[in-house]
């Protein structure tokens, strides 16, 4: 089945710096989607992707569709505390089809 | 925007009861809604899909006769755990495709936390 590699795991940053993680995958998507989860919460949809090559920003993050549609990245400018929580990628190969995740990225921001 | 609504957030129920978790789109209609289950610092692992008016699709190694799903109406979807066992307990997560449409992402429902003992 597929496959989506999301990293890195986890990262530790300080408040107002910028943070960057990817997802790659063994097989195209043609929706790549964004999700942040908090504890004891389902997963909130950040930014969506429809389109390969398109960059998209919601705020201070940008994410884009990579041109080979088996990537994404994310990208959260300045992060503050609230930033805090595990950032979920997920690929949909065709619409209307389940969505395939990656394992989460862990992200900390200390003050 | 799209709403997803899952009730309850938690419960705890005794091994051998059975417990049925709500997932309902409040400002849109789903054709389809997705059952996801989720251990601790792991992904969302998807269990079915619930289609309305038809039977749920199943992923490979979920018990179709334990977790029992009912589409019955465009806004609602629920999730039964027959016979929970205490290695039933997880973080249970409904989906829907946002404003009924898969062009807008899916929204998530708060998820249940579900505590067999």
């Known amino acids: 089945g597929q496959q989506l590699n999301q990293s890195p795991q986890s990262m530790f940053i300080q408040e107002g710096e910028d943070v960057s993680m990817n997802c790659t995958s063994s097989?195209?998507?043609?929706?790549w989607l964004w999700y942040k989860q908090d504890p004891g919460e389902g997963p909130v949809l950040l930014i969506a992707?429809?389109?390969?090559?398109e960059l998209t920003s919601n705020g201070r993050l940008t994410a884009q569709f990579g041109i080979t549609r088996k990537d994404s990245f994310l990208n959260i400018s300045a992060s503050i505390p609230s930033d805090v929580g595990i950032y979920f990628c997920?690929?949909?190969?065709?619409?209307?089809?389940?969505?395939?995740f990656g394992e989460g990225t862990q992200l900390t921001v200390n003050p | 925007g799209a709403v997803v609504s899952q009730h309850p957030s938690w419960v705890i129920c005794k091994s051998g009861t059975s417990v049925k978790i709500e997932c309902r789109s409040l400002?849109?209609?789903?054709?389809?809604m997705f059952w996801y289950r989720q251990f601790p610092k792991q992904s969302l692992m998807l269990m079915a899909t619930?289609?309305?008016?038809?039977?749920?699709?199943?992923e490979q190694g979920v018990e179709k006769d334990k977790f029992l799903i009912n589409h019955a109406s465009l806004t609602l979807s629920t999730l039964t755990v027959t016979s929970a066992h205490p290695e039933d307990s997880s973080f249970y997560i409904c989906?829907?495709?946002?404003?009924?449409?898969?062009?807008?992402?899916?929204?998530f429902g708060s998820g249940t936390r579900l505590t067999v003992v």
């Open positions: 989906s829907a495709p946002a404003g009924g449409g898969p062009f807008y992402g899916y929204t």
């Open positions: 097989s195209i998507f043609n929706t």
């Open positions: 992707l429809y389109k390969a090559g």
């Open positions: 997920a690929g949909q190969e065709t619409s209307g089809s389940r969505l395939t």
């Open positions: 400002d849109f209609q789903a054709t389809t």
């Open positions: 619930s289609n309305e008016g038809s039977k749920a699709t199943y």
